[in-house]
């Protein structure tokens, strides 16, 4: 793990909560990256990594995560898009057993590292996954995303995985800085079978304060 976290500039930063502190190995020039491991898919669509950010809407949703304690405690929890791992190391310190995936193995990495520098990577597991290509056939009590939906392609295959892996009584816990783009996905959410509700939390990251908005999203009852 450690040898691939080398081959990038590190800073670290500290996030506090109300359940402590979390110590976060982060990408130094995080601009540069993007601009450097940019590339181009087989269609001609640019693919930007923004797995080198920290963003803020990791920070609102690991807040929420850290009231739901009596909820997560001992239960499976999946994260999809987990980045730096912030929210999903937060799940793991109220006593959830977290699956941390991301396309990128890079951020897989820096997951780990974090995860075990907060002391929480003995409950956790780090898979490398795909959206498009989800590898699990298990049910997750919780499924958190923060800031996965800022693609319109990504909606379908998002909701497919919310479709197969949520469980019956599960929740999805996902968090968006409030995108124009991001609207459609919540009328789709509703049309294929699920309900939600929305709270608003104001994030200050960089010197910059944005409002970030968290959906708690259930199977609609027939
Ligand atoms: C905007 S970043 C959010 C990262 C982190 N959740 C946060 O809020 O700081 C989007 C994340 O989704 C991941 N991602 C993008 N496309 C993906 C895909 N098809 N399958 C899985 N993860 C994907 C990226 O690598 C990145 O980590």
Excluded at 2 to 31: A, C, F, H, M
Aim: aromatic residues 12%; contains cysteine.
């Amino acid at each position: 793990m450690e040898t691939e976290l080398r081959d990038y500039p590190l800073t670290s930063t500290i996030i506090k909560l109300k359940t402590g502190r979390v110590q976060l190995t982060l990408i130094k020039e995080p601009d540069w990256f993007l601009e450097q491991l940019s590339r181009e898919d087989n269609e001609g669509k640019l693919y930007l990594p923004y797995w080198t950010y920290l963003w803020e809407s990791s920070i609102a949703l690991a807040r929420h995560v850290e009231q739901l304690s009596t909820h997560l405690k001992n239960t499976d929890v999946l994260e999809i898009g987990c980045g730096f791992g912030l929210t999903g190391i937060v799940a793991c310190r109220i006593g959830a057993r977290v699956v941390f995936t991301d396309i990128e193995r890079d951020a897989l990495h820096f997951a780990y590292h974090n995860a075990e520098q907060n002391g929480v990577n003995q409950h956790a597991d780090f898979v490398q996954m795909d959206w498009n290509t989800p590898c699990f056939n298990r049910k997750f009590r919780y499924i958190l995303a923060a800031d996965v939906i800022y693609e319109e392609h990504h909606w379908e295959p998002i909701l497919m995985l919310l479709q197969n892996c949520l469980a019956p009584n599960g929740v999805a816990l996902f968090s968006e800085p409030n995108r124009n783009n991001a609207v459609g996905f919540f009328k789709r959410l509703k049309t294929n079978g699920f309900t939600y509700q929305k709270s608003t939390d104001p994030v200050t990251l960089d010197k910059q304060t944005s409002q970030v908005s968290i959906y708690t999203i259930r199977r609609a009852k027939a």
